[in-house]
């Protein structure tokens, strides 16, 4: 009997060892790959406006100010004080600076590197969640596979570090209902998180306090959970003390009162989007996982008194309901909820793993995969007409035309090869999008900016403030031409140029005749913008 168990004892020990070996060979594998996507050609395109040119001016000044010791707990935007969020991605991008120079690869590589971290902490969020491996497997290929996470991961943005902060809360959060050591884990990802977003940050921590109470209310009286959320958050409340101290009603109005009541709809604002906004953006750019979007919600609610279909529930549902609340929408906010629906469609695929050799799979899933086929099909066609054909994107749509193609024929005979088709040909698709100058699809809906940051470089204007009839802010005009460019209506730019000693205007061409301006002194022009000013009188 002692030898039967030792035997069995040792047989038990060698398989968990087995499982950590193949555990950690899928957490480089997913690694790698996670890299190589979000680090190939980071650099290539210039930096897209608003977070990505705000981001790297702050970091700029950050390392421009080094003699400065607390430059990096009150950084400053165009030389005015930056109030918009922490400065902890930001104090990243500038230590990567110093090493590495001033230009788009340091700037994205902090976020890329961060951001492609939460594949394998997917994986391991999923392994914690599901009995099944391939469960967790499908669910980290899915989430590496979704367009919006490797776009915006790859963009020098705060959101995708937020999300590899919050799968080790989430990971946390899971563990310390069996260990409550872990709890120190969720206040210190939680500080992280509110160190990167702001205040805002506590949505995603209001999530994780809903999903305990549903599944683990315990835990909720646990004295460890509450101490560890206070010292993790002991950090924030030291940085706005800081600015509130440093700046006072200042900080207090445009840090604090006119975000939230933006957010909130009391004050308008140009990011103003309806309720049902990030709804149509899951539905336009979630694809094609989508399609298993009926049997997957039909699993989850089947199962939803279990752990495992609780925390997507909540997860989901929650965080899509707070921001739709929100009257300020952007497309990346709402990065975070793309975990969930991997880990949602990971359960689902793992389904289809257990099934037999051959089974019949719903006709919904064949006719989606065709309607992709078609739909990039067309795509590839449509690049490949004119006369300067985007042979780039007629690839790329080729690509996914090829995958959907084979996935709907194996599909159709009910063999799971299907899914690795799926995951292979959408893998390569990315990788060929971002190899190519048409990920950073912002781009296009303006002027080329470098072109016009290099004109203004080269002459070199004593002003640091220069009007622009462009209209709207331009943050990567700011950080190219290392002056602060200011829109300014035709009333203004007239104003400034008749009242001002020495006026620096940037105009577009067709613009100029609507302007009355005497003694123009063309400095230069570029891409049908000039930059002129007054011509001084000599004696």
């Known amino acids: 009997m002692q030898e039967g168990s030792f035997i069995w004892g040792h047989l038990e020990r060698q398989h968990r060892t087995v499982d950590r070996w193949i555990d950690r060979l899928w957490l480089v594998v997913l690694l790698i790959a996670a890299l190589l996507l979000f680090s190939v050609n980071l650099g290539g395109l210039p930096l897209q406006d608003w977070d990505e040119g705000v981001l790297a001016q702050v970091a700029r000044e950050i390392v421009r100010e080094s003699g400065d010791s607390l430059r990096w707990l009150y950084p400053t935007l165009s030389g005015q004080a930056y109030h918009d969020k922490p400065p902890l991605i930001h104090i990243l991008i500038a230590g990567v600076y110093s090493v590495g120079g001033v230009n788009e690869w340091t700037t994205r590589l902090p976020g890329a590197i961060l951001t492609a971290l939460s594949v394998p902490l997917l994986y391991c969020l999923g392994r914690e969640i599901f009995r099944q491996r391939w469960a967790a497997i499908y669910s980290a290929l899915v989430y590496l596979t979704m367009l919006p996470v490797v776009r915006y991961g790859r963009l020098a943005m ?5 999300v590899s902060f919050l799968l080790v809360m989430m990971l946390c959060v899971l563990r310390s209902r069996r260990d409550l050591r872990y709890c120190l884990g969720i206040g210190l990802s939680l500080g ?19 999903f305990l109470f549903w599944d683990t209310p315990r835990l909720l009286n646990s004295y460890y959970l509450w101490i560890a959320i206070a010292l993790g958050l002991l950090p924030v409340a030291g940085w706005y003390g800081a600015q509130l101290l440093k700046y006072g009603n200042d900080f207090a109005h445009n840090g604090l009162i006119i975000p939230f009541l933006k957010q909130i709809g009391a004050i308008s604002s140009k990011n103003t989007q309806p309720p049902w906004f990030y709804i149509i953006e899951l539905l336009k750019w979630t694809w094609p996982w989508l399609i298993f979007l009926p049997q997957t919600a039909q699993l989850l609610w089947e ?5 495992w279909a609780r925390l997507i529930l909540v997860w989901s549902i929650v965080y899509l309901l707070l921001m739709s609340l929100m009257s300020a929408k952007l497309a990346w906010y709402i990065l975070p909820i793309y975990p969930s629906l991997a880990l949602a469609f990971g359960a689902q695929l793992a389904e289809i793993e257990n099934l037999p050799l051959m089974s019949s799979y719903p006709r919904a899933w064949v006719a989606g995969l065709s309607i992709l086929a078609v739909v990039a099909s067309a795509g590839s066609i449509h690049f490949s007409w004119g006369i300067t054909a985007k042979t780039d994107l007629q690839l790329i749509f080729a690509a996914v035309a090829l995958t959907m193609i084979l996935g709907a024929i194996l599909a159709e005979r009910g063999d799971g090869q299907f899914l690795k088709i799926l995951f292979w040909g959408s893998y390569i698709s990315l990788l060929l999008l971002m190899k190519s100058n048409y990920w950073v699809w912002e781009l296009w809906q303006a002027y080329p900016v470098k072109p016009v940051a290099a004109m203004i470089e080269k002459a070199n204007p004593a002003a640091k403030k220069i009007y622009t009839s462009f209209p709207y802010h331009r943050p990567s005009l700011d950080f190219y ?23 620096y205007l940037l105009i577009n061409i067709s613009d100029s005749k609507r302007l009355h301006l005497d003694s123009i002194k063309l400095l230069d022009k570029v891409e049908g913008w000039q930059l002129v000013t007054k011509e001084t009188n000599r004696l």
């Not at 199962?303 to 752990?307: D, F, I, P, T, V």
């Open 481 to 503: 031409s290392d002056r602060h460019i200011i829109p300014a209506s035709v009333e203004e730019l007239e104003h400034r140029w008749h009242y001002e000693t020495q006026p």
């Open 158 to 162: 705060s959101d995708g570090v937020v």
């Open 303 to 307: 199962n939803r008194n279990l752990s």
């Open 192 to 210: 992280l998180i509110c160190l990167t977003q702001g205040l805002s940050g506590l949505l995603l921590g209001a999530v994780v306090l809903v």
